[in-house]
């Protein structure tokens, strides 16, 4: 059973038009995490929350916004998505401290059109 | 600000025998994990192998194992008896095991694996 699942699979939105991005998890884990993965490169962490403690990457633009509205749920928000934006996005979860493994889920592709 | 090199975009291995995928890191720190991530074509990426950095045995699962350098920062995975289900995008993968950052997950550029039959 899918332990981390992300909806939808697929998005696309319009040059400009907010779009949110979800994460359900199963596992009862205390850190959630978003990466953005574009082609030929390394996932990219945007941020993360431990618990209802958010942190952000320095170099995350401002555009990329999220919500942890409880354990379950994490939300990217993307408040005006650019033709740069288009990617792949990955929610993970880990344990939080001292873990040694990070659990994902099969991510959104977002295109912007 | 540590960092994960793959040079290798691409590799491929006929059925049956034996790759080897290359990693190498870049850290002033001594206490950390390293990771294997396997993201197999529209599917999630699941872990395959992990090493704490003050292990000196090399971590073993079934027919993956690593090879870590700790003084060359160098861990390499070997994939034997490689099977169809291989085929995938391999990520090395980096984390700290100390100070505030110890929850992100870096990442290199990942290696895509063939299987060929």
């Known amino acids: 059973d899918a332990m981390v699942i992300q909806n939808p699979r697929y998005q696309v939105t319009q040059f400009g038009k907010p779009v949110t991005l979800s994460c359900s998890q199963t596992?009862?884990?205390?850190?959630m995490y978003w990466y953005q993965q574009k082609s030929s490169q390394a996932p990219k962490l945007l941020f993360h929350y431990y618990d209802k403690d958010f942190n952000n990457e320095a170099d995350t633009p401002d555009n990329f916004q999220s919500r942890r509205p409880n354990t379950s749920f994490c939300f990217l928000d993307i408040r005006s998505p650019g033709l740069g934006d288009a990617a792949m996005y990955l929610c993970?979860?880990?344990?939080?401290?001292?873990?040694?493994?990070?659990?994902f889920g099969q991510g959104t592709r977002l295109t912007v059109v | 600000a540590q960092t994960v090199t793959q040079s290798q975009p691409e590799m491929s291995v006929q059925e049956a025998e034996t790759v080897t995928l290359s990693c190498t890191y870049d850290?002033?720190?001594?206490?950390?994990?390293l990771f294997w991530y396997k993201q197999p074509p529209s599917r999630q990426m699941i872990l395959v192998i992990r090493?704490?950095?003050?292990?000196?045995q090399n971590a073993t699962e079934n027919r993956f194992s690593v090879n870590f350098q700790k003084a060359a920062k160098s861990f390499s995975l070997k994939i034997s008896d490689s099977q169809l289900g291989d085929a995938a995008m391999y990520f090395c993968?980096?984390?700290?095991?100390?100070?505030?950052?110890?929850?992100?997950?870096?990442f290199g550029k990942g290696t895509l694996l063939t299987v060929n039959p």
């Open positions: 993968a980096y984390r700290t095991n100390s100070g505030g950052s110890n929850y992100k997950l870096t």
């Open positions: 993970a979860t880990s344990r939080g401290r001292g873990w040694t493994e990070a659990f």
């Open positions: 596992l009862n884990h205390n850190v």
């Open positions: 850290t002033s720190e001594s206490d950390y994990y």
């Open positions: 090493q704490e950095a003050y292990k000196q």
